[in-house]
């Protein structure tokens, strides 16, 4: 494959640039179609990205959605045909100035505004579309032999919510066609384990726009697994030693300016309150909270480890673009807890808190990590703290401890928290890209900013060190990953609905009705299904809608026997057994994750 460099040459394809050029190329041509189609469109930026590709457009007046992509494609494929020669030029700063004012490209003329005095602006050009960009590209159109769009989504210009929502058209290309249906078959398969659908259909929560965007609400049967989860780390925590506190969803401006927050993260937060002469925030995380407990009283040496947690509701105002059910939302709840430790123990608890990660994991069969060791990029002097001293020291400790416990990791550089290193434990899920579940940071900032102390056993003031750590990360994300991971097949002790009871006819209801009646008396979570419904549709149902761990099937025969029949969702296979016998097994499998 030959490509159009920027310079006017043209040369065979790198093929580690092969993809990128196609997804890059696939952009400007779908941006010609949409201008076939749209004359009134602007475009703003339209980049290949990891997975594809995508344009930022301002539609005008008529507004495009999804439904309008097949539309556009097929305009792209005429494009193809027409096999249109890709031509680059360069312009002098006030002629390509010109050149989009005449075109009516204000998105391009405010880029032109942002590049350098001495940048070196290049055109490319296929038939009567021209766009700003450096390549390289295709030499033909014709050479795009596949590609999708796949969706609609909105981006501020400039990433900056304070400009207008732009028109975000996605699409994936590829070298060839078998390529581009395996990854689709992959889409398809993100789609069926898609948490928002999911939650959905199984009515796990909810989201509207008059709450808000990013805001979800989580319904009985979501709220049920919440609680589950939350009383299931607590109870670990509490094992260990953790002591569970509750503080304010809110706090001053002065809290977080202290806490360097305000510096360092106030983008991320909710517009100030003002009230009484006082400013407040809605909270983005929960450390400054943490460390104004510590600093209620005096602590000696042998006070520590203090082990703080909270299951802590936090907001931070998101990109609306960025939103993705309850996976990553504006409210969310953090596993998060606060240890605050002597230098001496910052081995043994980060151990601690590195077998608890790992604990969790077996339980929950979460075997595809890795570990990173987050670090801060030197050169960022607006992001970290700057203190060189003290970030050589946290590093070399935490890098050292990681190294002496045998954890196998890599090195990340600018990846760390504004006061700190961390571990953070990456899982990658059955689809989509890798995401941090669990982390660990450790902090020498904030006691000091706070100005914390402890009396040593030789009777001086000292600053306690701090481990920052999430188990479950947030709980949300945490149940959005098990949904995904499960299709929301939920294991029994962890699933909303663990049994439903399904009688067969009316003459089998009384004794369906009791059965339900002696395992809703047992504490399991059960529901009879008594709608007058064949019990084929209603087998599917529990399968399918509720994705039910047990269905306790009964008919005439059961009836006479005194028994029941078990179908386990797991096996697909119908045991006969007693009420007793079943409420025992079940009893088993739901205390061993206690």
């Given at each position: 494959?030959?490509?159009?460099?920027?310079?006017?040459?043209?040369d065979?394809?790198?093929?580690?640039?092969e993809?990128?050029?196609l997804?890059?190329s696939?952009?400007h041509?779908?941006a010609?179609a949409v201008?076939?189609?749209?004359p009134?469109?602007?475009?703003?930026?339209g980049?290949?990205?990891e997975?594809?590709?995508?344009?930022?457009?301002d539609?005008?007046?008529?507004?495009i959605?999804e439904e309008?992509?097949?539309?556009?494609?097929?305009?792209?494929?005429?494009?193809?045909?027409?096999?249109?020669?890709f031509?680059?030029?360069?312009l002098p700063?006030?002629e390509?100035?010109?050149?989009?004012e005449?075109?009516g490209?204000?998105?391009?003329?405010e880029?032109?505004?942002?590049?350098p005095?001495?940048?070196?602006?290049?055109?490319y050009?296929?038939?009567?579309?021209?766009?700003m960009?450096?390549g390289p590209?295709?030499?033909y159109t014709k050479?795009l032999?596949a590609?999708?769009?796949?969706?609609v989504?909105?981006?501020y210009?400039?990433?900056?919510?304070?400009?207008?929502m732009?028109?975000r058209?996605?699409?994936v290309?590829?070298?060839?066609?078998?390529?581009?249906a395996d990854?689709?078959?992959?889409?398809?398969e993100?789609?069926?384990?898609?948490?928002?659908?999911?939650?959905?259909e199984?009515?796990?929560?909810?989201?509207d726009?008059?709450v808000?965007?990013?805001?979800?609400?989580?319904l009985?049967?979501?709220?049920?697994?919440?609680?589950?989860?939350?009383?299931?780390?607590?109870g670990?925590e509490?094992?260990l030693?953790?002591?569970?506190v509750l503080?304010?969803?809110v706090?001053?401006v002065?809290l977080?300016e202290?806490?360097?927050?305000w510096t360092?993260y106030?983008?991320n937060?909710?517009?100030?309150?003002?009230?009484?002469?006082?400013k407040?925030?809605l909270r983005p995380m929960n450390?400054?909270?943490?460390m104004m407990?510590?600093a209620?009283?005096r602590h000696?040496?042998?006070d520590l480890?203090i082990?703080?947690?909270?299951?802590?509701?936090d907001?931070?105002?998101e990109?609306?673009g960025?939103?993705?059910?309850?996976e990553?939302?504006?409210h969310f709840?953090?596993?998060?807890a606060h240890?605050f430790?002597?230098?001496?123990?910052?081995?043994?608890?980060?151990?601690?808190?590195v077998?608890?990660?790992?604990?969790?994991?077996r339980?929950f069969?979460i075997?595809?990590y890795?570990?990173?060791?987050?670090?801060?990029?030197p050169?960022?002097k607006v992001?970290?703290?700057?203190?060189?001293?003290?970030?050589e020291?946290?590093e070399?400790?935490l890098?050292?401890?990681l190294?002496?416990?045998?954890?196998q990791?890599?090195e990340?550089i600018?990846?760390a928290?504004?006061?700190?290193?961390?571990?953070?434990?990456n899982?990658?899920?059955?689809v989509?890209?890798?995401?941090?579940l669990?982390?660990?940071q450790?902090d020498f900032c904030?006691?000091?900013?706070f100005?914390?102390?402890?009396?040593?056993?030789?009777?001086v003031?000292?600053?306690?060190v701090?481990?920052?750590?999430?188990?479950l990360g947030?709980?949300?994300?945490?149940?959005?990953y098990?949904?995904?991971?499960?299709?929301?097949?939920?294991?029994?002790?962890?699933?909303?609905?663990?049994?439903?009871?399904?009688?067969?006819s009316?003459?089998s209801?009384?004794?369906?009705r009791t059965v339900y009646?002696a395992?809703?008396d047992a504490g399991?979570?059960?529901?009879?299904?008594?709608r007058?419904?064949?019990?084929?549709?209603?087998?599917r149902?529990?399968?399918q809608?509720?994705k039910?761990p047990y269905?306790?099937?009964i008919g005439?025969?059961e009836v006479?026997?005194?028994?029941?029949s078990?179908?386990d969702r797991?096996?697909?296979?119908?045991a006969v057994?007693?009420v007793?016998?079943f409420?025992e097994?079940?009893?088993?499998?739901?205390a061993?994750?206690k």
């Amino acid at each position: 494959m030959k490509i159009l460099y920027n310079d006017g040459h043209v040369d065979e394809c790198p093929e580690a640039l092969e993809v990128e050029v196609l997804r890059h190329s696939a952009a400007h041509i779908m941006a010609q179609a949409v201008k076939r189609l749209y004359p009134e469109a602007h475009f703003a930026y339209g980049p290949a990205t990891e997975n594809g590709f995508y344009y930022d457009v301002d539609p005008g007046d008529k507004a495009i959605s999804e439904e309008d992509l097949p539309a556009i494609e097929a305009e792209m494929q005429k494009i193809l045909k027409e096999n249109l020669p890709f031509k680059v030029y360069p312009l002098p700063r006030d002629e390509a100035i010109r050149l989009m004012e005449e075109r009516g490209e204000k998105y391009k003329v405010e880029h032109i505004g942002d590049l350098p005095e001495d940048a070196v602006i290049t055109f490319y050009q296929q038939g009567d579309y021209i766009d700003m960009c450096v390549g390289p590209h295709l030499t033909y159109t014709k050479a795009l032999k596949a590609f999708k769009l796949t969706s609609v989504s909105g981006a501020y210009w400039k990433n900056n919510s304070a400009n207008k929502m732009l028109t975000r058209l996605n699409g994936v290309a590829f070298r060839t066609k078998d390529e581009l249906a395996d990854h689709l078959r992959r889409l398809e398969e993100a789609k069926a384990r898609d948490h928002r659908r999911i939650g959905k259909e199984m009515r796990l929560f909810m989201t509207d726009d008059l709450v808000g965007k990013g805001l979800p609400m989580f319904l009985p049967r979501g709220y049920t697994v919440w609680q589950i989860l939350e009383d299931y780390i607590k109870g670990k925590e509490r094992r260990l030693g953790y002591q569970h506190v509750l503080t304010p969803c809110v706090g001053t401006v002065g809290l977080y300016e202290t806490s360097g927050h305000w510096t360092h993260y106030k983008e991320n937060m909710f517009p100030v309150m003002e009230v009484e002469d006082e400013k407040f925030v809605l909270r983005p995380m929960n450390c400054p909270h943490h460390m104004m407990i510590y600093a209620n009283r005096r602590h000696s040496y042998r006070d520590l480890p203090i082990r703080i947690g909270e299951i802590a509701h936090d907001f931070r105002f998101e990109a609306s673009g960025t939103l993705k059910g309850i996976e990553r939302g504006r409210h969310f709840c953090q596993n998060d807890a606060h240890l605050f430790v002597t230098p001496e123990q910052i081995k043994s608890e980060v151990s601690s808190v590195v077998d608890l990660i790992f604990d969790v994991y077996r339980d929950f069969g979460i075997t595809d990590y890795r570990c990173v060791l987050s670090l801060r990029d030197p050169a960022d002097k607006v992001k970290y703290y700057p203190d060189d001293e003290m970030w050589e020291h946290a590093e070399t400790a935490l890098r050292d401890v990681l190294k002496d416990l045998g954890i196998q990791f890599t090195e990340e550089i600018g990846e760390a928290a504004f006061y700190g290193p961390k571990l953070d434990v990456n899982v990658r899920p059955a689809v989509g890209a890798e995401y941090t579940l669990s982390t660990c940071q450790l902090d020498f900032c904030l006691p000091a900013k706070f100005d914390l102390k402890y009396v040593d056993r030789d009777g001086v003031e000292k600053t306690p060190v701090v481990l920052h750590r999430a188990i479950l990360g947030s709980l949300d994300r945490f149940m959005a990953y098990l949904i995904e991971e499960t299709k929301g097949a939920f294991p029994a002790w962890l699933a909303p609905l663990q049994v439903k009871v399904l009688p067969v006819s009316e003459k089998s209801m009384d004794y369906a009705r009791t059965v339900y009646e002696a395992l809703d008396d047992a504490g399991f979570r059960v529901e009879l299904d008594d709608r007058n419904e064949k019990i084929g549709y209603k087998i599917r149902s529990a399968r399918q809608d509720d994705k039910v761990p047990y269905m306790i099937i009964i008919g005439e025969k059961e009836v006479a026997e005194g028994t029941i029949s078990v179908r386990d969702r797991a096996t697909d296979q119908t045991a006969v057994s007693t009420v007793a016998e079943f409420a025992e097994k079940l009893r088993g499998k739901v205390a061993a994750h206690k």
